[in-house]
Each structure stands twice: as structure tokens, then as C-alpha cells.
């Protein structure tokens, strides 16, 4: 199933898409959308949707430039014009960026549609072509091992720099002239290995060079795969690691496959690529491997002789409170409070399985911390605490709430890792602006001093939601606290929180709620007309 993002400055044109279009029975999912095309590029990094339809005249950035952008920052999307002009600049232009379909307004969802398919069958076709296993063969007969092992002999160091770039253009073509360099090293992990499934991600990886310029791909081993990636700057050649690395799991990881991709350090010379090589294979020697996508980067570890990164499979609330500010304290309280159901007559032992699930969470974010739940919490280790604790829901929610409280003080105070104080001042940026319309990815990221690609990587791995589904979830939960404390219109509380079309709000509320903001209100029990 592909995703779909959609971008229009008209309103209706958006919603008469998003409520028309048959989504699901047409084998597409609904992404998101946008007015404008600024607003649009920051949500598509960050949520990276396989195709793009777009119209062509709105405010602020038109559709072509976007495209343009997009095309270059996710090369694996396709790209649907909407345009109301049937003039042929504007057709030329849309083709020299690489844009799969071009229609006119108005148009019917059948044409729309079938421009969806259409596109849909283009990537199904480019996805057999590139995993498919004659190009094994075709790379074999142009010499690829013999490329492999100078390639190979040259990020080791065990050849001569001048002498293997000499070699690579001559003989493969591979031009080593850029002001900069980094190496990215991808390890694939699969749940059920065949050697035809092997067969068609090695063929599927080395397809990457053509979509990425400036790439150079090969395998080190069956499933390690080597990228050089050139720049111009230090800062485009790192960010364009990032969306190598993005591309790379977009278009390999799923059904039972995964991909890790350490990045190395970002070097000025040719000569020096064994440096950026030796940093990325030294991340990949220190991590341990749980079947989750992940990008790392040397800049995103604190690296000492005698610590080692442990990427592991951790519990949903141990993740949560790594990251978690005050604000959503009483959210985790909420989430266990419904978890106990209506029928309280069996309350105390239901609270006791939830309150041990606290109590492990809590234990391991201490320890995780270098500290010991007995010395920083020791009340909550003790018979007396847990009786006290269940025996009502009062008691219950006061005892969890004082917990969370003294543990995120403890977690500030005590924080390691460059990315956790960047994730809570990241949180604590959008709990002051996520009722502007004009906060996004690039906004946030530009707030605490990364790339957006850098940040939108960052953010994602280590809260285990994109920005726009943290971003999303803020707004839900301020317009929820609206519907129930005041008798705004829901209209108006969809503007309140930040949302600039109350109809894309209350798609967005049934969506995450399972119900309308107006059933929501009714069943909280304010009586405000929404």
C-alpha cells in the first residue's frame, strides 16, 4: 500500500480528496496535507510519503518548486501536478523535474484515480526491476567484483588513495573529486533469510547508487553494504548521509527485514574516507541489534574507551520516560486509569499489574541513569508502598503522579546523551507553539540546532513517533482538554490548537479518538454546541 500526501491551497479541493478518494480499495493510505508548499516540504521530510500530488500555483512556495525539493530531498517519491493552467511551460518544467502525471482542473476522482494507479504500477515496476536478480548477473559481467575488492581495498587503506581513485574512474567511472566525504555502512537483518530474498535486497541496495547522485554503493559482505557519499559542505554532505540512509530503509526494510546504518564522520579529502569508514564500522562493532530500523551517526554518540551503545528492545513506558516532560504526566496517569476498565470490584489487583509495570519502568530509566531505584526511590521498593498504593483510584493516581514527578527531576538532573536534553527542549518548544500553524519540523529543528533530516532521524528513533505524530498527539490532547472544560465550537478549538482547516481537525480527532470532537464532548458531558 502506497502513501499519499496531498497539498493544495484550496480547501475543499483537499478535503473533497482526503473524504472522496477511495483510499484503502484502491491499495493507497491517506499521509497528511498541506496548504502551502513551505508548511508541506518540512511534513513530507519528516513523514515520507511514496507519492506526492500537489497543485501548482498556492502561496509562499508553488507546486513545481516543491516538487523540485522533494524530488531532491526524497528521491523515491513520485509526483502527481494539479494544475488549473493547461499552459505548456508549465508541462515542460513539470517534466524536467520528473513528475509522473500531470492533470488538469477541474478533474474527476476517476481521473485523479487513475493517475493514483498509474503511478502505483511505475514503482511496482521499478521495485521488481531493481530487486530482481539479472542485475546480480549484469553488474557480474561489467567487472563488479573486481570493482568491489578496489573499493573494498580502498576504504581499509590497504591501497594507495592516488592509485585507487586512478583506478575507479578509469576503469568503473567512480570520479572521487568532491570538497567532501562521509561513509555510511548499512548491515541488513532478516527474520527468514533465503538466498533469493538475499539475492533481491543486495540487488535492491546496489539500485540506490542511481537514485542518489554523488553515491557510490557496494557489498563488504553478504549483508554489509558500503556507501561514499560526496558534498559540497560539511553540513550538505552530512545531511545528504541522512537522506541516503532514509532512502536506503524506505526502500529495503519491511516484511521481516531491517536496516541499521552507521554514518561516519564527515572528512575534507579522499584520502581520508578510511577515517569516516574506520568511524561507522567502529559504531556498528558497538551496538547490538534488536530488528528495528536505525540511523546512527558519530555525532550522536558520546564515545569513551570503555562505553558501549546497547540498542535494545525496551518497554513502552521505559522508552516514554527517557523523553517525557511534565506535561504528559497526567496523560501516562490517564492511559493507566483507563486500562482498569469500568468494573473497579477487582481495582486493587488490577492496579497492583499496572503499578509493578511503573515500578520496573522507573527502576530501569534510574539505572539506565547510572543510579538505583533503592537509593534514589526506596519507598517504592517496600509491601507498604503497593498496599497504599491500590486501595483506591485516588490513591492510586496521587502515588503514580508523585513517582513520575520525582523521577523526571532525577532523569534532568542526571541526563546523559547529547539527544535527550535536545529531545526535551524539542518537547518543550512544541508545548509553547504548537498552537501556531506555522510550527514544523524545520522550525523545531532549526530551535535546537540540528539539520532537519538529522532531527526528524533523532526525534523519531529515540520517541519511537515522527514529529508530526508527537506534534499531532500535543494539539489532540489541548483541543480534548478544550471540549471538556469550556464551550468553545470545535471550530474554533481546531484554530486554537493550531489546526488551519476545522475539517482536516475533525478527520484528524476521529482518526486518533475513534470518534467525532462533537461525540467526544457529549460523553465527557459539556453540552456546548461544536
Same mark, same amino acid.
Not at 501548482?56 to 522533494?70: H, S, W, Y
Not at 493514483?116 to 514503482?123: I, P
Not at 555510511?184 to 541496495?205: F, K, P, W, Y
Not at 579522499?270 to 574506520?278: D, E, K, L, V
Given at each position: 500500500?502506497?502513501?499519499?500526501?496531498?497539498?493544495?491551497d484550496?480547501?475543499?479541493?483537499?478535503?473533497?480528496?482526503?473524504?472522496? %478518494?477511495?483510499?484503502?480499495?484502491?491499495?493507497?493510505?491517506?499521509?497528511?496535507?498541506?496548504?502551502?508548499?513551505?508548511?508541506?516540504l518540512?511534513?513530507?521530510?519528516?513523514?515520507?510519503?511514496?507519492?506526492?500530488?500537489?497543485?501548482?500555483?498556492?502561496p509562499?512556495?508553488?507546486?513545481?518548486?516543491?516538487?523540485?525539493?522533494?524530488?531532491?530531498?526524497?528521491?523515491?517519491i513520485?509526483?502527481?501536478?494539479?494544475s488549473?493552467?493547461?499552459?505548456?511551460?508549465?508541462?515542460? &518544467?513539470?517534466?524536467?523535474?520528473?513528475?509522473?502525471?500531470?492533470?488538469?482542473?477541474?478533474?474527476?476522482l476517476?481521473?485523479? *484515480?487513475?493517475? %493514483?494507479?498509474?503511478?502505483?504500477?511505475?514503482?511496482?515496476?521499478? $521495485?521488481?526491476?531493481?530487486?530482481?536478480?539479472?542485475?546480480?548477473?549484469? %553488474?557480474?559481467?561489467?567487472?563488479?567484483?573486481? $570493482?568491489?575488492?578496489?573499493?573494498?581495498?580502498?576504504?581499509?587503506?590497504?591501497?594507495?588513495?592516488?592509485d585507487?581513485? /586512478?583506478?575507479?574512474?578509469?576503469?568503473?567511472?567512480?570520479t572521487?573529486?568532491?570538497?567532501?566525504?562521509?561513509?555510511?555502512?548499512?548491515?541488513?537483518?532478516?527474520?527468514? #533469510?533465503?538466498?533469493?530474498?538475499?539475492?533481491?535486497?543486495q540487488?535492491?541496495?546496489?539500485?540506490?547508487?542511481?537514485?542518489?547522485?554523488?553515491?557510490?554503493?557496494? =557489498?563488504?559482505?553478504?549483508?554489509?553494504f558500503?556507501?561514499?557519499? #560526496?558534498?559540497?559542505? &560539511?553540513?550538505?554532505?552530512?545531511?545528504?548521509?541522512?537522506?541516503? @540512509?532514509?532512502? @536506503?530503509?524506505?526502500? +529495503?526494510?519491511?516484511?521481516?527485514?531491517?536496516?541499521?546504518?552507521?554514518?561516519? /564522520?564527515?572528512?575534507?579529502?579522499?584520502?581520508?574516507?578510511?577515517?569516516?569508514?574506520?568511524?561507522?564500522?567502529?559504531?556498528? $562493532?558497538?551496538? !547490538?541489534?534488536?530488528?528495528?530500523?536505525?540511523?546512527?551517526?558519530?555525532?550522536?554518540?558520546?564515545?569513551? @574507551?570503555?562505553?558501549?551503545?546497547?540498542?535494545?528492545?525496551?518497554?513502552? +513506558?521505559?522508552? $516514554?520516560?527517557?523523553?517525557?516532560?511534565?506535561?504528559?504526566?497526567?496523560?501516562?496517569?490517564?492511559?493507566?486509569?483507563s486500562?482498569?476498565?469500568?468494573?473497579?470490584?477487582?481495582?486493587?489487583?488490577?492496579?497492583?499489574?499496572?503499578?509493578?509495570?511503573?515500578?520496573?519502568?522507573?527502576?530501569?530509566?534510574?539505572?539506565?541513569?547510572?543510579?538505583?531505584?533503592?537509593?534514589?526511590?526506596?519507598?517504592?521498593?517496600?509491601?507498604? =508502598?503497593?498496599?497504599?498504593?491500590?486501595?483506591?483510584?485516588e490513591?492510586?493516581?496521587?502515588?503514580?503522579?508523585?513517582?513520575l514527578?520525582?523521577?523526571?527531576?532525577?532523569?534532568?538532573?542526571?541526563v546523559?546523551?547529547?539527544?535527550?536534553?535536545?529531545?526535551l527542549?524539542?518537547?518543550?518548544?512544541?508545548?509553547?507553539?504548537?498552537?501556531?500553524?506555522?510550527? /514544523?519540523?524545520?522550525?523545531?529543528?532549526?530551535?535546537?540546532a540540528?539539520?532537519?533530516?538529522?532531527?526528524?532521524?533523532? =526525534?523519531?528513533?529515540? /520517541?519511537?513517533?515522527?514529529?508530526?505524530?508527537?506534534?499531532?498527539?500535543? !494539539?489532540?490532547?489541548q483541543?480534548?482538554?478544550?471540549?471538556?472544560?469550556?464551550?468553545? !465550537?470545535?471550530?474554533?478549538?481546531?484554530?486554537?490548537?493550531?489546526f488551519?482547516?476545522?475539517?482536516?481537525?475533525?478527520?484528524?480527532?476521529?482518526?486518533?479518538?475513534?470518534?467525532?470532537?462533537?461525540? =467526544? !464532548?457529549?460523553?465527557?458531558? *459539556?453540552?456546548?454546541?461544536?
Amino acid at each position: 500500500m502506497y502513501s499519499v500526501f496531498i497539498v493544495d491551497d484550496e480547501m475543499i479541493v483537499r478535503e473533497g480528496l482526503r473524504n472522496k %478518494l477511495p483510499w484503502e480499495s484502491a491499495g493507497f493510505s491517506f499521509a497528511g496535507e498541506a496548504g502551502d508548499g513551505e508548511l508541506a516540504l518540512s511534513m513530507i521530510q519528516d513523514i515520507k510519503p511514496d507519492i506526492l500530488i500537489t497543485d501548482i500555483r498556492m502561496p509562499f512556495m508553488d507546486g513545481l518548486e516543491l516538487a523540485a525539493k522533494a524530488k531532491k530531498m526524497q528521491p523515491w517519491i513520485r509526483i502527481i501536478i494539479l494544475s488549473g493552467h493547461d499552459e505548456f511551460d508549465y508541462a515542460k &518544467r513539470a517534466i524536467s523535474i520528473g513528475v509522473e502525471d500531470y492533470i488538469l482542473k477541474p478533474f474527476t476522482l476517476e481521473e485523479l *484515480t487513475a493517475g %493514483l494507479e498509474k503511478v502505483a504500477h511505475a514503482l511496482d515496476e521499478q $521495485r521488481k526491476q531493481a530487486f530482481s536478480a539479472p542485475r546480480a548477473k549484469e %553488474l557480474e559481467s561489467q567487472g563488479q567484483f573486481s $570493482r568491489t575488492k578496489l573499493l573494498t581495498d580502498f576504504v581499509y587503506g590497504t591501497k594507495d588513495a592516488q592509485d585507487a581513485r /586512478c583506478e575507479l574512474e578509469q576503469n568503473y567511472g567512480i570520479t572521487l573529486n568532491a570538497p567532501w566525504f562521509t561513509v555510511c555502512i548499512s548491515e541488513i537483518h532478516m527474520e527468514n #533469510r533465503t538466498a533469493d530474498t538475499l539475492l533481491s535486497v543486495q540487488n535492491g541496495a546496489l539500485s540506490l547508487e542511481t537514485q542518489e547522485k554523488g553515491a557510490t554503493v557496494f =557489498f563488504l559482505s553478504p549483508t554489509l553494504f558500503v556507501t561514499i557519499i #560526496r558534498g559540497s559542505t &560539511r553540513e550538505s554532505t552530512e545531511e545528504r548521509a541522512y537522506s541516503f @540512509a532514509n532512502m @536506503a530503509q524506505h526502500e +529495503l526494510s519491511g516484511d521481516g527485514i531491517t536496516l541499521i546504518t552507521a554514518i561516519g /564522520c564527515a572528512v575534507s579529502t579522499s584520502s581520508s574516507i578510511p577515517q569516516t569508514f574506520s568511524d561507522a564500522a567502529a559504531i556498528l $562493532r558497538q551496538c !547490538r541489534f534488536t530488528g528495528k530500523n536505525r540511523i546512527i551517526s558519530t555525532s550522536d554518540l558520546q564515545q569513551s @574507551a570503555d562505553t558501549a551503545i546497547v540498542l535494545q528492545e525496551n518497554d513502552p +513506558l521505559f522508552d $516514554r520516560l527517557n523523553y517525557a516532560d511534565e506535561s504528559e504526566i497526567d496523560q501516562i496517569i490517564s492511559e493507566y486509569i483507563s486500562l482498569l476498565g469500568e468494573n473497579r470490584s477487582h481495582f486493587s489487583i488490577i492496579a497492583s499489574y499496572l503499578l509493578v509495570d511503573v515500578i520496573m519502568a522507573v527502576s530501569k530509566v534510574i539505572e539506565s541513569l547510572g543510579g538505583n531505584v533503592n537509593d534514589v526511590m526506596p519507598d517504592i521498593v517496600t509491601h507498604a =508502598f503497593v498496599e497504599r498504593t491500590v486501595q483506591s483510584e485516588e490513591n492510586f493516581i496521587a502515588e503514580i503522579r508523585a513517582v513520575l514527578t520525582k523521577l523526571l527531576a532525577y532523569r534532568n538532573e542526571h541526563v546523559q546523551g547529547r539527544y535527550a536534553d535536545v529531545i526535551l527542549r524539542a518537547k518543550r518548544y512544541i508545548e509553547k507553539h504548537f498552537a501556531s500553524p506555522d510550527i /514544523c519540523l524545520r522550525s523545531v529543528a532549526e530551535a535546537v540546532a540540528l539539520s532537519p533530516n538529522h532531527f526528524s532521524t533523532v =526525534f523519531s528513533q529515540d /520517541c519511537g513517533v515522527t514529529f508530526i505524530e508527537y506534534l499531532t498527539r500535543v !494539539r489532540i490532547m489541548q483541543a480534548k482538554r478544550l471540549l471538556c472544560s469550556t464551550e468553545m !465550537r470545535s471550530a474554533d478549538i481546531a484554530y486554537e490548537v493550531g489546526f488551519n482547516d476545522p475539517h482536516y481537525f475533525s478527520f484528524i480527532f476521529k482518526k486518533t479518538e475513534g470518534m467525532s470532537p462533537r461525540d =467526544f !464532548r457529549s460523553k465527557a458531558g *459539556t453540552g456546548a454546541s461544536s
